[in-house]
């Protein structure tokens, strides 16, 4: 049983594209489902799928079950390009697994923002209907 946290509860998607060449991580709120269709028509993508562990690790060096924000620190080359929700974005704090998931960090989202800053990250923030 995961405990109530004073944070958005995240749900952190990795996807890739059909070419294999785009990578993107998507940050929703975990109460939320995606299209991954329609998410994939409307940012210009083609044929959006979850990636394959081997992805996960060589990118975001994590397992499955352990993606979040945190992970792009992994991301040398600034690879992956993220997406994540307004509501996320203008939250007071986010529930965040440190790369692991057998924990959860509670983060302010100005520290998350500086923290993408940081890593020269940038954010597409979208407005993600609950499909």
Request: proline share 4%; net charge positive; aromatic share 6%.
């Amino acid at each position: 049983m995961v405990p109530k946290l004073p944070a958005a509860g995240t749900k952190n998607l990795f996807l890739r594209d059909k070419s294999g060449k785009r990578h993107v991580l998507l940050v929703i709120p975990n109460r939320k489902q995606v299209n991954l269709k329609r998410f994939a028509e409307k940012y210009g993508y083609k044929n959006l799928s979850l990636a394959s562990t081997e992805r996960l690790r060589t990118y975001l060096g994590v397992d499955p079950g352990a993606v979040s924000l945190l992970c792009l620190i992994n991301d040398e080359k600034n690879a992956v390009e993220v997406y994540i929700d307004e509501e996320l974005w203008h939250a007071h704090a986010l529930a965040c697994h440190p790369l692991r998931n057998d924990m959860t960090l509670v983060l302010a989202v100005y520290d998350v923002k500086k923290i993408l800053k940081i890593l020269k990250y940038e954010v597409n923030v979208i407005k993600l209907k609950d499909d």
